[in-house]
Each structure stands twice: as C-alpha cells, then as structure tokens.
C-alpha cells in the first residue's frame, strides 16, 4: 500500500507525509501513517482537525495508531491525524478567518466545504485535492472527527437512508446520533462538498464524529474517540472482537424532552457535564443572580441525559464574549433527553 511517501508491506506500519502544492511554489506536508494488515480487508480512511481548534481527534487518533498492531489487522487504516495543518497553525477553523468572526459554510477555506479538492484552487482547495487522491479515494470507509462546543455532548452524524453508514454510526457507540434521510444537498452548494457526502456519492460508508469540546483538549472526549474508531474497526472486522454498542441511542434531530431557560439574567455554572445522566430534581449548576448576587439552584424537570448545558449562546468559536458565561432572562442553559426518546440500534445487541 502506498500513500503518499509511505510504502507499508502487509503487517507493516509506516509513518510519513502527504504533500500538496500549492501556488507560491511551496510545499505544504500532511503527516500520514499507513497500518497495512497481515490479512485482507477493508481500507479504513480515518482524519481529524480538518478545521484547525478542533483538537480531541488528533490525539484519539495518535493513540489509535499507538495501539494499532498490524500482524493482528486484517485490511488496511490510513490514518491522518491533522487534515489541516495551516489551520491548525492559523489557530481558527481555517485560514483568514478573523477574531471573532463566526463559522461560515460559506467561507472560501472552510476545508469540509471543498471536497474532492482542487489542485489549481486556494491552499486549502490544495489540501483536500492531495488527501483525497492519495488517500480517502481509495478507502472503502470514511471517519471524519471533529468537535463541537463544550457545552454540547459527542455526537455521530451520518445518511440514514444509507445503510453500512448508518450501521457504522451506530458502532462507533457514542449514544447520541444524528442519522439524516432528508434530500441531499444540490450537487452545486457548499453543503454538498463535505467530505462524507463525498465519500457516499462514490459508494462509500462515511461517518462524521463531533466530540465534546473545542480549542483543547478534553480527555473524556478523545478516549470516546478511540474507542469509537476501534469501535468501526471491529464492526468492519479488521480488529478481532465486537464493537461495544452505547446501552442506548437518541436521536438529537428529534426535540429534547425538556429544554431549561434561565430565570434571571446571571452567571450560569454547570455541575454536570454533557452527556451525564440526570434525575428529575437533581441540581445542574448554579445561577448567580447578576443583580442581587444571589444563587438559584438549577434543576433537572425530569429524568434523562443531559445533551447540553451551560452558556448556550450564539457561535462560540472565535469570539471571546461569546464564550462569557453570563446568559439572558430567558436563555437556554440546558436540554434533557428523557428515556422516551432512547432507542436500541437495529442488529447490534446492547451493552450490558
């Protein structure tokens, strides 16, 4: 197998670059490990950081590529922990975008709207061109890792209507999904150019992973992100053993069962984290009154697990005041889903 600079023989693991140019005639590398199993299989593409504060991935897939042995793999893992190492650099989602100026589907260089690339494009059109020739078209299977707010629990994205992708989300085995059957986006909008949309477009299985957490990293997040890919390589058989499953699935397209707005204008602190379970008058975190100073005791209304929690304000991904714990009269501070909204994954059996 060969990949870039990589030359892997079967139950070799080799390290190396991806190299895209670009137009002032420089040289941009991707570092890429190739895992090349003992026995035949599925080729695996798995990358992270495509947008550059997005940060769990990069290390859950390092240690998956620690802990990859490739006498004991059949098929083959081409691993690419930093998708997008200008961006990671430029310390934003992606290159020129500025302090406080929101994400955009919109932007230029936002690299999952730019797939299969370009090679005569902008510098990051450059990057997905060379990952995508060198790479992620010759997978079978596509995991694309990224992250989301901390205030919001991990999550996996996918095409319901397309079953090995849907079977795919549900091994990964984090209990929220999010699995579309709506229409496709027209093949001429931004939307469209996401790389797992791609990836299905060319009879690929591809799934999109969002772990809790921006701008650093959060360490229950990247131990759910390598459980989560070994999970998907155990589902397509290149790890011995079974994926182990969520004991229950939500579905975050359907409305939570309880949404909790704050009473009063203050500063809102958290005592549970996303993703935690929650009983019907447990304390979530505390209100500071900002006019009187006094606290008020945030409770859950019913019992259930806590999808998000905390200052649930506009895009908070560049913008420092966007970040500010301190929220509205009338805000959302929380969202619960309730046991009515769990659902078991069809054909895989629950964890015990």
């Known amino acids: 197998m060969t990949v870039g600079d990589v030359e892997a023989a079967a139950g070799k693991k080799r ?12 040289l941009t590398k991707i570092p890429v490990c190739v895992a090349a199993g003992a026995r035949d299989g599925p080729l695996l593409y798995v990358h992270a950081a495509q947008h550059g504060i997005e940060l769990n991935g990069i290390e859950a897939l390092r240690r998956v590529i620690a802990r990859v042995d490739p ?13 997008n190492p200008l961006a990671l650099r430029f310390r934003r989602h992606y290159l020129t975008q500025e302090p406080g100026e929101p994400y955009s589907d919109e932007h230029p ?23 995508w020739h060198e790479a992620a078209s010759k997978a079978d299977v596509v995991v694309d890792m990224h992250c989301w707010p901390w205030w919001r629990a991990s999550a996996i994205l996918g095409r319901g209507d397309h079953q090995p992708s849907a079977a795919l989300a549900y091994a990964f085995g984090l209990g929220f999904v999010s699995l579309s059957s709506a229409r496709p986006p027209s093949p001429d909008t931004p939307m469209s150019r996401m790389l797992t949309l791609v990836a299905n477009r060319r009879g690929k299985a591809a799934i999109t992973a969002e772990l809790h957490g921006q701008w650093r990293l959060f360490e229950g997040s990247v131990r759910e992100g390598v459980r989560g890919i070994e999970n998907c390589m155990k589902h397509l058989g290149m790890l011995p ?16 069962t309880a949404i909790i707005d704050a009473p009063r204008t203050g500063v809102f602190g958290p005592c549970v984290e996303p993703g935690a379970e929650a009983a019907a008058g447990q304390t979530l975190g505390t209100l500071l009154d900002a006019e009187t100073a006094q606290g008020i005791e945030i409770t859950a209304p019913c019992d259930g697990t806590v ?21 509205a009269e009338g805000a959302q501070i929380a969202a619960i889903y309730g046991p009515d909204r769990q659902h078991h994954a069809p054909g895989i059996a629950t964890a015990s």
């Not at 006498?71 to 998708?83: E, H, S």
């Not at 299969?116 to 997905?128: C, F, I, K, S, Y």
């Not at 053993?241 to 939570?256: F, H, T, W």
């Not at 200052?311 to 420092?320: E, M």
């Open 109 to 131: 260089h936002n690299m999952n709207r730019a797939w299969p690339g370009d090679p005569e494009g902008n510098a990051t059109q450059r990057l997905a061109h060379a990952l």
């Open 15 to 26: 390290f190396g670059a991806i190299t895209a140019s670009q137009a002032d005639g420089s």
């Open 71 to 83: 006498t004991r793999l059949a098929g083959t893992l081409i691993a690419v922990p930093i998708a």
């Open 241 to 256: 053993g079974e994926p182990k499953p969520a004991p229950y699935y939500i579905d975050i397209a359907r409305e939570p």
């Open 307 to 327: 999808y998000a929690i905390g200052a649930i304000q506009g895009p908070t991904d560049v913008s420092l005041p966007a970040t500010h714990a301190l929220v």
